[in-house]
């Protein structure tokens, strides 16, 4: 990719059609094709499948239950609270669940819960930075990105993988 250009493509997963938007520093964001942040490509942008398929390879990985943890450069665009949400996101382990207000405790403003929650819903790389894997205090489905039924979906996927049930994936 060269400097300043803007490469996307989209793959097909188990949860829909995913659009992947790189440019040459990393992976800039991930959108599902239905949601409440459903966007279009920017005119200016180029359609090219080999310059995301660094990512499209980790995706198709995640999606068969064989990779745990994306290994990939990343690009997201937010202020610095928000880039502070997400590298937390990212220290979420496979499988498990966090609060938003441990979110919050752990990016040490635990008064903050409700940013805390606005930065999880403006998270530009769901899955990557698993924005699913962050539920209410009282253990219930809040909002996502991708709708309630994708979340569940991710959560039912990771929790089978991580208990070693892979022939429930099939």
């Given at each position: 990719?060269?400097?300043?250009?803007i490469?996307?493509?989209d793959?097909?997963?188990?949860?829909?059609r995913?659009?992947?938007?790189?440019d040459a520093r990393?992976?800039?964001e991930?959108w599902?094709?239905?949601?409440?942040?459903?966007?279009?490509?920017?005119?200016?942008?180029l359609?090219?499948?080999?310059?995301?398929?660094?990512?499209r390879?980790q995706?198709?990985e995640?999606?068969?239950?064989t990779r745990?943890?994306?290994?990939?450069?990343?690009?997201?665009?937010?202020?610095?609270f928000?880039?502070?949400?997400?590298?937390?996101?990212?220290?979420?382990?496979?499988?498990?669940?966090?609060?938003?207000?441990?979110?919050?405790?752990r990016i040490?403003?635990?008064?903050?819960?409700r940013?805390?929650?606005?930065?999880n819903?403006?998270?530009?790389?769901?899955?990557?930075?698993?924005?699913?894997?962050?539920?209410g205090?009282?253990?219930?489905?809040t909002?996502?990105?991708g709708?309630?039924?994708?979340?569940?979906?991710?959560?039912?996927m990771?929790?089978?993988?991580?208990?070693?049930?892979?022939?429930?994936?099939?």
């Open positions: 990719m060269t400097d300043g250009t490469h996307y493509d793959m097909p997963s188990p949860i829909g995913l659009r992947l938007v790189a990393g992976l800039r991930v599902f094709e239905t949601g409440r942040h459903r966007k279009a490509a920017d005119p200016g942008w359609r090219c499948a080999d310059a995301l398929a660094f990512a390879v995706f198709e995640y999606f068969a239950g745990q943890v994306f290994d990939l450069p990343l690009h997201p665009l937010g202020t610095p928000q880039l502070d949400v997400w590298r937390e996101l990212a220290r979420i382990p496979y499988g498990t669940t966090i609060s938003y207000g441990e979110l919050a405790r040490g403003q635990p008064q903050a819960m940013a805390v929650g606005a930065a819903g403006r998270n530009p790389l769901p899955i990557v930075l698993p924005c699913h894997r962050v539920i205090a009282n253990g219930s489905l909002g996502f990105g709708g309630l039924p994708t979340k569940r979906f991710l959560l039912a990771e929790d089978r993988v991580a208990h070693g049930d892979l022939f429930a994936l099939t």
